[in-house]
Each structure stands twice: as structure tokens, then as C-alpha cells.
């Protein structure tokens, strides 16, 4: 089943924050971020595995609970350029199966 | 490197035609992917491959076929096309371990009319 992500979007003004979230209904052995500008083809951001610690990338930054098979993207002092629609990516099971299936996404929109 | 090449990247068929995908990678990736972006929405994996001669349904198989001869190419058949399959296709494909990210091809933008 399809990770769920919140919100569905959300609107900033530059140099606010936002935060996230994926959440699985299965579980889950790592979770990637990617964004995604229009009409181009998803970008990698971080990987974040099973066991593993905190990422960050600049100023975005992730976490991964994987006891409650969630995922949290923080993007702090938001830019221009951090608007698209983020995707986490998720890879099931103890070690990995493969299957690999996107989130619902989540569009941010920064405003200037 | 080019990386993941996909061909054609705009295409119009009729309901009714069949039409191959292409998908060529030359990172000696092993896993291949294949996802529809519906307009607005999120990705869909189709089918995907963990090595040559392995492949398995995705979320969204259905009207769709694919092959793998070889680790290099992973072609995706639509095979009598409907107006539902209008969407914009990725293949992505990524090496072996779950600390690997996707590399995704440009996209097909197919039309079904």
C-alpha cells in the first residue's frame, strides 16, 4: 500500500519552515526523499535506512522511525528554489525487497 | 554517462495501437523500474526488474507488459491502448542495496486519443 504523506501542501513565504511527513502502513527497511519540479523528473535528496541516523542536507534534514514506520522531512529558512512536490521513496521489509513505491506527495509552494 | 535514456520522449497513439517503451541504462544497474505520474498525482510503479530475465508486477500492472534480456534494457509494452494510460512514464534504475537511490530517466509524455 502506498505510504501516506502530510500535508497534501503547503504554502511559505521565504525563510519560513515546514516540516513532512511520510507514513507507511507496512514495514519499513529505509525511506529516500526526492523533489520533484514540473514537468521534469524526481530529484534524489537524502537516504535515511533502518537503524541509522538523523540526515542533512544544507538546510533540510530528515528522521526515520521505523518503529512507527514514519519519516519526517524538515526544511528550514525555505528558498525559491525548495518549491515541487516532495516524494519519499520506501523499500519494504527486514532487508529490502525491491518493490519500490513512492508516497502520495506533498507540493510546496514558496513564495517570495 | 548518459545515465537513463528513454525514447520517445513525447508520443500520440490511437485507442486501440500498441507501443513499446524503451529504457536503456548503462550504469550496470541491476533493479529497473517502471512508473506512470498521472497528471497532478503521484508515482506508480508499474513493473519492475531485479535482474535479467526477472521481472514483477508493480501497484498498477494491468495493460502493461514488459522483458528483460539483458541488464542493460528494460522496454515496457502497452498493448492496446486506452485513454487511462494517458500519463507521463519514468524508468528509473538503481544499483543493488537499500542505501541506493533511483535514477530516473526523462520521461515519455504519452497521449492516448
Known amino acids: 500500500q502506498q505510504p501516506v504523506q502530510s500535508p497534501q501542501a503547503v504554502i511559505l513565504r521565504e525563510g519560513e519552515d515546514a516540516v513532512i511527513n511520510c507514513s507507511s502502513s507496512?514495514?519499513?527497511?529505509?525511506v529516500h526523499w526526492y523533489r520533484q519540479k514540473h514537468g521534469e523528473a524526481p530529484v534524489f535528496l537524502m537516504i535515511?535506512?533502518?537503524?541509522?541516523e538523523q540526515k542533512g542536507h544544507e538546510k533540510i534534514s530528515a528522521s526515520f522511525n521505523e518503529k512507527k514506520q514514519q519519516s519526517s522531512l524538515y526544511l528550514t529558512a525555505s528558498q525559491l528554489s525548495y518549491s515541487g512536490t516532495y516524494f519519499c521513496?520506501?523499500?519494504?521489509?527486514?532487508?529490502?525487497?525491491?518493490?519500490?513505491?513512492f508516497g502520495t506527495g506533498t507540493r510546496l509552494k514558496v513564495l517570495a | 554517462n548518459a545515465g537513463v535514456t528513454q525514447t520517445p520522449k513525447f508520443r500520440i497513439l490511437k485507442i486501440g495501437q500498441s507501443m513499446t517503451l524503451q529504457c536503456a541504462q548503462d550504469?550496470?544497474?541491476?533493479?529497473m523500474y517502471w512508473y506512470r505520474q498521472d497528471p497532478g498525482m503521484g508515482l506508480k510503479l508499474i513493473y519492475y526488474?531485479?535482474?535479467?530475465?526477472?521481472?514483477d508486477k508493480g501497484e498498477v500492472p494491468n495493460g502493461y507488459n514488459v522483458s528483460r534480456s539483458t541488464t542493460e534494457y528494460f522496454p515496457l509494452r502497452l498493448e492496446l491502448a486506452a485513454p487511462s494510460q494517458t500519463s507521463v512514464y519514468f524508468c528509473?534504475?538503481?544499483?543493488?542495496?537499500?542505501?541506493?537511490?533511483?535514477?530516473f530517466g526523462d520521461g515519455t509524455r504519452l497521449s492516448i486519443l
Open positions: 528509473a534504475s538503481r544499483p543493488g542495496g537499500a542505501d541506493q537511490p533511483q535514477h
Open positions: 507496512k514495514a519499513l527497511y529505509s
Open positions: 535515511l535506512l533502518k537503524g541509522g
Open positions: 521513496g520506501t523499500e519494504g521489509g527486514t532487508s529490502g525487497t525491491y518493490k519500490y513505491i
Open positions: 550504469m550496470n544497474h541491476n533493479y
Open positions: 526488474s531485479v535482474g535479467a530475465g526477472i521481472t
